[in-house]
C-alpha cells in the first residue's frame, strides 16, 4: 500500500478490502477507475479518496450521483467530514456553496456545465459518478455518456458500479475514450449473505451446509440446494398429479382443480387445495423479530401492495418498536412534517401513517410524499423502524441496508404482462441485506409460493451480475449543445465514441442482413405499384397521410365517440360495405358480442387486399356507415380463394356504381386546423391523375406494402444507428431538421438555437418551436402551467381513470395548437426518417391548472385521483419545465408567467418537499 492510500485509509474504522486498494492505487497512479463491486460492499470508498487527492491537491472535485435523494446524503456525509466551508451542493432545486473545493451535484447538472463551459470547471481534477450503471436508463442514462465524453482530459473519472456482467466491455471503452483507465472488479460481499426460504411460520436454508452463498463459486452453490426444500416441492407436485387423476376430488363437482394463472418458473399455480399456505404477513414480521433478523426490507411490486401489507400488520396488532423508539420515530416523523398545514396532513393520511410508523412498520415507493419517504429512510438508518415494505425503485435509490431482505413474490408485472424477475434484479434487491459495520452477516428470505422450483430460486442466488446496456441517443437538445461547444464535425465524432455505438458493432451483420432483406424486398414491391396515369406512390402518400391524420386524435374525443360506434357496430349486417382506416372499402360478413363483464361488440370484415379482421369499436376511428351492400353467400368460406374474388369483385362494382368517397365522419373529430389539412388533401387525392385509374385499388394495396416496408427498412436503420457506427447518420439526421427549422446555419447556432439550448425535454424541439410561434402568448400562470403539463405528463393506465380534459378555452386552444405543431415536426422527421417525439399527454393539465390557480390540496388530490408523491412529482417537473422555459424565451411576458408558475406551483407539500431534497 502506497504512502498515500496508507495516510488515507488510516481514518477508516475499519480496513479496507484489496478492491479498495487497487482503486485507490489507480488514482494515485493518474489514471481513472471503474469499480464494479455488489451494494454494499463499499466501493464509495475510491469515490471518497478521491475527494480525499483533490484536497490534498488544492483542485476540484465533484460528486455526482442520479438522484437528487442520493446527493443530498452525499453532500451531508461529506460535510460532516471536510466541514460546510469546503463542501458545496448543486441540484435542480438547490445551491449551496457552489464554487466550494468538492460539489455534490446531480449528473445533469455537471451535463449543463459542461455545455455551458462554467467557469466552475477550472481547476476541476477528479469526477466521481456514483450508480454509473444508471446509463442503462431509457430516460436519463444518456447524461453519463454526454458527462464522460465531454469532460477535458485532465480530468480522472472515479466510475462506481454495481457488478454488471460486461464490466470488461465497459471498461475497454473506457480507456478508449478516456486513455488509462482501470477495471477493478469485486464479486465478494464484505457481509455474508445466507438465503433462506419462508415456508409457512418456518424458516428454511435454500442451500445445504453452512458457507454463505456469497462466499462461494456459482456452481457449488446451485449443486447444493436443500433436499428439504425438493421434498416439498416434490410432494406438491405429486398431489397436484394425484388429483389430475381424480378430477373430482373433495370439490364433488367433477370439476379440475388446476384453476389459476401461471406465473413462470418462480411459483406457479397449482391446485388450491395442496398449495402450500402462504405465509402471512403478520407471522412473516413475528418469525423475523423472534429469529432477530430485524430490521428487515420486504420487497412487493406494488405500491397498493406495499401499503397494504402495512395496513394488514397494524390491524394484526403487530407491534415491533419499543417506547423509546416510538417516541423517536414520532419525533422524527414530526420534525420532517412540521412545514405542513393539519388540513394538508388530513388529507396525506398522516395519522394512519405516524400510527403505523411509531408500531416500527412503514411502506416506501414513489407513490409517496417525499417528506414521508425521507421519515422513513431516517428511521429506518436509527434502527428504530423494523420493517419496511418497499417497491423494487429502492433497491436503486438512497443507501438504505437492512440486516434482512425479503421477496414476497419472483414475479412481477412490468406493465405489459406478469413476468420472473432477472437474477440481476434479485442481486440488487438482495443485495440491501447486511449493514457493513453493523451486522456480522445478512439474509435474503424468499417467501414459499405454490409451483416455486427451489431449483430455480437457487440459480438465482447463484448468478449475480446483469448486463449494462447504454441508452445513449442524439437528442435536439444534445445536437445544439454539442455543436456550439465543438462544432458539427467534432461532435459527430464523439456520438461515434460513445458507449451504444462501442456494444453494438458486433451486431451489425445481422441488422445489415435485415436491411438488405427489407430493400430487395421493396424494389420488388415497387414495380407493382406503376401506374400508366402518374406517379400512383405520390397519391398512396396523400391517401396515407389521410389516415394517419384521421387515426391521430386525442383519446379523450375518441372516448366520447366510443358509444356512436359501438351502436354502428351492433347495426351492421352482413354484406354492408364500410370504410376501415388503412385497409380501405371492406365488406362485413358477421357481427356478435365478446364473451366479458361489459358486452363488446364486434364486426367480422374482408378487406380489398383480401385481409380477414376481426374488429372491435377501439379499432375503428370512427362509426362504421354502410355505403352499400352486397350479398354475402350464406355459406361463405373466407378460406376459399374463389369465393373471396367474387365477394370482392362484387364490392368493386358496386363501389364503381356509385363512386363513393371514404366518409367524413369516419375520422375522430379534431380540432379546425386538423379538418381542414383533410379537406385539403382529399381535393388532391381527386385532382390525382391516378384517381382515374382502373386499376386503382389494387395498386393501391401494392402501395401499402411498399409503405409498410419502408417503415420497416426505417425502423431498422433507426435500430442500427441506435446500436451501430450509424449513431453519426442519426446525428446528421438531427441536425437536418433543425437546420430545416431555422435552428441551425451550418455550424452555427441561430437565435432559435440558442434557445433550444436551455430545454431538456423529451419534446423539446416541439417546445421551442411553440415559443417561436407564440404558441403560449396571452395565457395566465395557471393555464400555461396546465399546456406545459401536456409535454411532461405520462399517464398510468387505469380501469377507473377519469377522461382527462383542458381547463378552459384557453388553455385548450394552446394545446391543440401545440399538437398541430407536434405533428408538423412529426411530418418533418418522418421526412428525415427520426423517429416521432411522443405524444403529449393531457392527463396532468387540470390538476396542474388547479395547484398554480391556488387551490387547496385536498380538492386537487380529489379530482386528480393521484397519489400525493406522484403529484408533488409531477407538478416539480412542471415547476423545473418553467424554469427551463423563462431562461430560454428571454425578457418578455413569457418569462414574467414561467416566473411566476414557479412561485405559485411551490408551495405547500410541494415547497416542503422541495426543501426536503
Not at 480507456?175 to 409457512?200: A, D, I, K, N, Y
Not at 428504530?384 to 434482512?404: Q, S
Not at 391524420?549 to 356512436?564: F, I, M, T, W
Not at 380463394?641 to 368493386?652: F, I, V, Y
Request: charged share 25%.
Amino acid at each position: 500500500m502506497s504512502p498515500h492510500v496508507a495516510e488515507f485509509a488510516r481514518d477508516y474504522p475499519f480496513g479496507l478490502d484489496p478492491y479498495q486498494v487497487q482503486g485507490c492505487e489507480a488514482l494515485s497512479g493518474g489514471h481513472g477507475v471503474l469499480v464494479a463491486a455488489p451494494t454494499g460492499a463499499g466501493k464509495t470508498v475510491v469515490g471518497e479518496y478521491a475527494v480525499w487527492l483533490a484536497i490534498q491537491q488544492s483542485r476540484k472535485c465533484f460528486y455526482t450521483t442520479p438522484i437528487k435523494a442520493l446527493s443530498n446524503q452525499k453532500y451531508h456525509d461529506l460535510v460532516e467530514r471536510w466541514g460546510s466551508d469546503r463542501v458545496g451542493l448543486l441540484t435542480g432545486d438547490s445551491s449551496v456553496n457552489p464554487e466550494a473545493q468538492i460539489v455534490v451535484m446531480t449528473t445533469e447538472v455537471l451535463r449543463n456545465m459542461i455545455y455551458a463551459g462554467s467557469t466552475t470547471l477550472h481547476n476541476l481534477g477528479y469526477v466521481v459518478m456514483d450508480e454509473v450503471h444508471y446509463l442503462a436508463d431509457r430516460f436519463r442514462g444518456a447524461v453519463w455518456e454526454e458527462v464522460i465524453l465531454g469532460l477535458a482530459a485532465s480530468v480522472s473519472i472515479v466510475a462506481l458500479s454495481a457488478t454488471v456482467s460486461n464490466v470488461e466491455d465497459f471498461g475497454e471503452w473506457l480507456r478508449t475514450v478516456r486513455g488509462e483507465f482501470e477495471v477493478v472488479v469485486s464479486e465478494r460481499r464484505p457481509v455474508p449473505l445466507f438465503q433462506h426460504v419462508m415456508v409457512g411460520r418456518r424458516l428454511v436454508d435454500l442451500f445445504d451446509g453452512v458457507a454463505p452463498t456469497a462466499q462461494e463459486l456459482p456452481s457449488a452453490r446451485a449443486a447444493r440446494v436443500n433436499k428439504e426444500l425438493l421434498q416439498v416441492s416434490k410432494g406438491e407436485a405429486s398431489r397436484v398429479r394425484d388429483d389430475s387423476r381424480n378430477p373430482r376430488g373433495r370439490s364433488g363437482r367433477g370439476k379440475p382443480g388446476g384453476g389459476g394463472r401461471g406465473s413462470g418458473q418462480y411459483g406457479g399455480a397449482t391446485h388450491p387445495r395442496f398449495a402450500a399456505k402462504p405465509t402471512r404477513r403478520d407471522d412473516m414480521a413475528r418469525v423475523l423479530s423472534e429469529a432477530r433478523l430485524l430490521p428487515a426490507i420486504c420487497f412487493i411490486f406494488s405500491r397498493v401492495g406495499c401499503d397494504a401489507a402495512v395496513q394488514q400488520l397494524l390491524h394484526s396488532g403487530v407491534q415491533l418498536t419499543s417506547r423509546q423508539e416510538a417516541r423517536l420515530l414520532g419525533e422524527i416523523a414530526d420534525r420532517h412534517t412540521a412545514g405542513l398545514s393539519l388540513p394538508d396532513l388530513d388529507v396525506l393520511g398522516y395519522e394512519d401513517f405516524r400510527h403505523a410508523l411509531c408500531a416500527g412498520m412503514a411502506a416506501h415507493h414513489a407513490g409517496q410524499l417525499p417528506a414521508f419517504k425521507a421519515i422513513v429512510e431516517e428511521g429506518f438508518t436509527t434502527g428504530a423502524l423494523k420493517l419496511v415494505f418497499a417497491t423494487e425503485t429502492l433497491a436503486l435509490g438512497i443507501n438504505m441496508p437492512a440486516r434482512t431482505v425479503v421477496l414476497e413474490k419472483l414475479v412481477k408485472y412490468n406493465g405489459e404482462a406478469h413476468v420472473d424477475i432477472t437474477p440481476g434484479e434479485y442481486t440488487q434487491l438482495t443485495g440491501r441485506a447486511g449493514r457493513r459495520g453493523i451486522d456480522t452477516e445478512g439474509h435474503a428470505v424468499v417467501l414459499w409460493q405454490s409451483g416455486m422450483d427451489p431449483r430455480a430460486v437457487a440459480g438465482l442466488a447463484s448468478r449475480r451480475t446483469y448486463p449494462l446496456r447504454s441508452s445513449f441517443a442524439p437528442s435536439y437538445n444534445m445536437a445544439v449543445n454539442l455543436t456550439s461547444s465543438m462544432g458539427r464535425v467534432r461532435a459527430r465524432e464523439i456520438l461515434n465514441q460513445s458507449f451504444a455505438q462501442f456494444q453494438t458493432d458486433k451486431s451489425v451483420v445481422t441488422s445489415s442482413r435485415v436491411g438488405r432483406q427489407l430493400t430487395e424486398e421493396l424494389a420488388d414491391a415497387q414495380q407493382a405499384i406503376e401506374c400508366h396515369l402518374g406517379d400512383f406512390m405520390s397519391y398512396a402518400l396523400l391517401r396515407d397521410e389521410i389516415s394517419e391524420l384521421e387515426s391521430s386524435s386525442a383519446k379523450q374525443r375518441r372516448a366520447q365517440r366510443a358509444g356512436d360506434i359501438a351502436d354502428a357496430v351492433s347495426s351492421l349486417v352482413p354484406g354492408d360495405i364500410i370504410h376501415v382506416a388503412r385497409q380501405g372499402w371492406s365488406v362485413v360478413l358477421g357481427i356478435g358480442q365478446k364473451a366479458q363483464r361489459d358486452s363488446v361488440p364486434w364486426v367480422q370484415v374482408i378487406a380489398g387486399d383480401h385481409t380477414v379482421m376481426r374488429l372491435q369499436p377501439h379499432d375503428l376511428t370512427g362509426p362504421p356507415l354502410p355505403v352499400a351492400r352486397v350479398r354475402v353467400p350464406r355459406r361463405f368460406s373466407v378460406r376459399d380463394r374463389t369465393e373471396r374474388r367474387a365477394l370482392l369483385s362484387a364490392m368493386s362494382n358496386k363501389l364503381e356504381s356509385i363512386d363513393p368517397d371514404a366518409p367524413e365522419n369516419s375520422a375522430p373529430p379534431t380540432d379546425e386546423a386538423q379538418m381542414e389539412r383533410i379537406a385539403h388533401l382529399r381535393r388532391q387525392v381527386k385532382a390525382h391523375p391516378c384517381h382515374a385509374c382502373e386499376d386503382r385499388e389494387t395498386h393501391a394495396v401494392a402501395a401499402a406494402r411498399v409503405l409498410r416496408l419502408e417503415r420497416d427498412r426505417v425502423r431498422t436503420e433507426s435500430d442500427m444507428a441506435t446500436r451501430t457506427n450509424s449513431l453519426g447518420t442519426q446525428f446528421d439526421r438531427v441536425c437536418a431538421v433543425l437546420e430545416e427549422l431555422g435552428y441551425l446555419d451550418g455550424d452555427e447556432l441561430t437565435d432559435a438555437g440558442r434557445m433550444l439550448r436551455r430545454i431538456y425535454n423529451e419534446l423539446d424541439l416541439v417546445a421551442a418551436e411553440c415559443i417561436r410561434r407564440d404558441t403560449f402568448a396571452g395565457l395566465d400562470a395557471p393555464q400555461l402551467a396546465a399546456v406545459l403539463s401536456t409535454m411532461l405528463y405520462e399517464s398510468r393506465p387505469s380501469r377507473d381513470q377519469i377522461t382527462p380534459r383542458m381547463p378552459d378555452a384557453a388553455s385548450e386552444r394552446a394545446q391543440s395548437e401545440l399538437r398541430q405543431v407536434w405533428r408538423e415536426v412529426g411530418q418533418l422527421e418522418r421526412k428525415h426518417r427520426r423517429d416521432r417525439g411522443r405524444e403529449p399527454d393531457i392527463g396532468f393539465a387540470e390538476v396542474s391548472w388547479r395547484w398554480a390557480s391556488g387551490q387547496e390540496l385536498a380538492k386537487v388530490l380529489a379530482h386528480g385521483q393521484l397519489s400525493a408523491g406522484d403529484f408533488v412529482r409531477w407538478v416539480r417537473q412542471v415547476v423545473d419545465f418553467a424554469g427551463q422555459l423563462a431562461q430560454a424565451a428571454g425578457p418578455g411576458d413569457l418569462r414574467r408567467t414561467c416566473l411566476s408558475i414557479v412561485d405559485r406551483m411551490r408551495r405547500g407539500v410541494v415547497d416542503v418537499d422541495l426543501e426536503e431534497d
